[in-house]
């Protein structure tokens, strides 16, 4: 089984700034086949990214995802108001698929 | 639109079960791939259970034997039967659709439903 960490735990920014997610797997996860989710409080999560690169549908252009391997990142360019929540990373490219724990992004 | 409504959950003592639902509209479930996911309080996402479009079923090992995944085509509904239930399976419960690559058995998650809670105490 594939274990994905992330880090940091928890960051803290303010609105317009840069947010840089890390996601790292304990084994290469095949043909890149991780995606990100956002979760707020109470809520469902929702789909980002799939594929490590690819928007899904709806998501603003300010997220975008990249790495491969071991390593991935998730980039919100600027931050806005409504982007502060819990994001985690999943692989599916081993089963069984697997989560990470999540980052907290929280405001400054 | 696709949408995912889960109900069943509630408060079950140990050892105890229960029938989780997941009523979808916007698409078929036999046609896809469908899995469990649950959330433990103040925990991250994990993966319980998927059926496919073909109907096998397959399991994580914390809940394998003790959990039943199925489906009613019929009413285009997806089931968690939960036995044996433990403190440990105190959790959101959600079940969401999973879109899969071409020559992989597993993939990312497209539509959640809101979750349902399952809170095993006595």
């Known amino acids: 089984e594939i274990v994905l960490s992330q880090s940091p735990g928890t960051l803290s920014l303010s609105p317009g700034e840069r947010a840089t997610l890390s996601c790292r797997a304990s084994?290469?996860?095949?043909?890149?086949?991780l995606a990100w989710y956002q979760q707020k409080p109470g809520q469902a999560p929702r789909l980002l990214i799939y594929?490590?690169?690819n928007r899904a549908t709806g998501i603003p252009d300010r997220f975008s995802g990249s790495g491969s391997g071991t390593d991935f990142t998730l980039t919100i360019s600027r931050l806005e108001p409504e982007d502060f929540a819990v994001y985690s990373c999943?692989?599916?490219?081993?089963?069984?698929?697997?989560f990470g724990p999540g980052t907290k992004l929280d405001i400054k | 639109e696709v949408q995912l409504v889960e109900s069943g959950g509630g408060l079950i003592q140990p050892g105890g079960s229960l029938r989780l639902s997941c009523a979808a509209s916007?698409?078929?479930?036999?046609?896809?791939?469908m899995s469990w996911v649950r959330q433990a309080p103040g925990k991250g996402l994990e993966w319980v259970s998927v059926i496919y479009s073909g109907g096998s079923t397959y399991y994580a090992d914390s809940v394998k034997g003790r959990f039943t995944i199925s489906r009613d085509n019929s009413k285009n509904t997806l089931y968690l039967q939960m036995n044996s239930l433990r403190a440990e399976d105190t959790a959101v419960y959600y079940c969401?659709?999973?879109?899969?690559?071409?020559?992989?058995?597993?993939?990312?998650?497209?539509?959640w439903g809101q979750g349902t809670l399952v809170t095993v105490s006595s």
């Open positions: 084994q290469s996860v095949s043909n890149n086949y």
């Open positions: 969401a659709r999973q879109d899969v690559p071409y020559g992989v058995k597993t993939g990312y998650f497209d539509y």
């Open positions: 916007g698409f078929t479930v036999s046609s896809n791939y």
């Open positions: 999943q692989q599916f490219g081993n089963s069984p698929l697997t």
């Open positions: 594929g490590a690169s």
